[in-house]
């Protein structure tokens, strides 16, 4: 029975099978969104790690937005997998705040994601390949890291927002991506929530918030912004890109019924 919000209880969802293929799990993420579309991100939260006992992670940058999601779900269950993807050119105070925040929340299973040595060796020796392909460099750094992570997960959390605007203005709260589902908690959420979780919880800002970065990546894709700038501005700026690629779809994808939402974790 829906309560208020017209989300499903979380026993009702323990009940979902995990997704056999693309298209059942496309199905079972139509399902759910129609049920959480409407909740609470605790609700959210709590119902798809209810729902995929094991067999689902959080994904996090540990970015200027993160601890918010990262609380909640340290709220609920704190082993809950966490995956970090240290690309190897993250700015050393992100490096810093992922310990200190896992500490603080009492994360008990961060995993840190880095590159394929080989990937490095071959195709980044010098480690500038985001010179001259970002692309490229991506895919090396953060996407086959990432999907090499997944494979053993049902099902993952996101931490984007509509209220980033582009591509993510459509962001479902639950979609189906590589045969996996996939929950954005924070989609419906505003600048203005998130600022007011993080005060209500005390929670520790990033060391570069405060020095005009709204969105923290790596080191050489991002760049302060003013503080009219859109808060991907900084991102790849000056070039085309806007998105990283974990949440593209792959080659080989057999379908997607609610498709992807561009942009990076
Ligand atoms: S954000 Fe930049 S440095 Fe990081 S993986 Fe992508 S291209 Fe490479």
Redesign the pocket.
């Known amino acids: 029975m829906p309560d208020s919000f017209g989300a499903q209880p979380a026993a009702d969802l323990a009940t979902a099978p995990p997704p056999a293929s693309h298209q059942a799990a496309a199905l079972q993420a139509r399902a759910l969104d129609a049920r959480l579309r409407h909740a609470s991100p605790q609700e959210i939260l709590k119902g798809v790690i209810e729902a995929f006992p094991g067999q689902i992670a959080l994904v996090s940058s540990f970015g200027t937005e993160s601890a918010v999601l990262l609380h909640m779900v340290a709220q609920i269950d704190p082993a809950t997998p966490v995956l970090f993807l240290d ?1 190897g ?1 993250l700015f050393g105070q992100t490096l810093d705040y992922r310990k200190s925040l896992a500490k603080t929340l009492g994360l008990t299973d961060v995993r840190d994601l880095r590159p394929e040595f080989q990937d490095l060796a071959v195709h980044d020796p010098k480690a500038d ?2 010179k001259t ?3 490229a ?2 895919q ?3 996407v086959l890291p990432l999907d090499k992570a997944l494979g053993g997960f049902d099902a993952w959390i996101t931490g984007r927002k509509r209220y980033h605007g582009g591509s993510r203005l459509s962001l479902p709260v639950v979609e189906a991506s590589e045969g996996k589902i996939k929950v954005n908690p924070l989609a419906n959420w505003t600048k203005v929530e998130l600022d007011g979780y993080m005060t209500a919880h005390d929670l520790p800002a990033h060391p570069l918030a405060a020095f005009g970065y709204p969105s923290v ?6 760049s302060a912004v003013e503080e009219e700038g859109d808060v991907r501005s900084g ?2 700026a000056g070039s085309d890109k806007t998105e ?1 690629g974990i949440h593209t779809p792959r080659p080989n994808t057999i379908v997607s019924i609610d498709g992807d939402v561009g942009g ?1 974790i």
């Open positions: 690309t050119q390949l985001w392909s970002t692309d460099c991506c090396i750094r953060k990546g790596c080191w050489p894709c991002t991102r790849w990283c990076d």
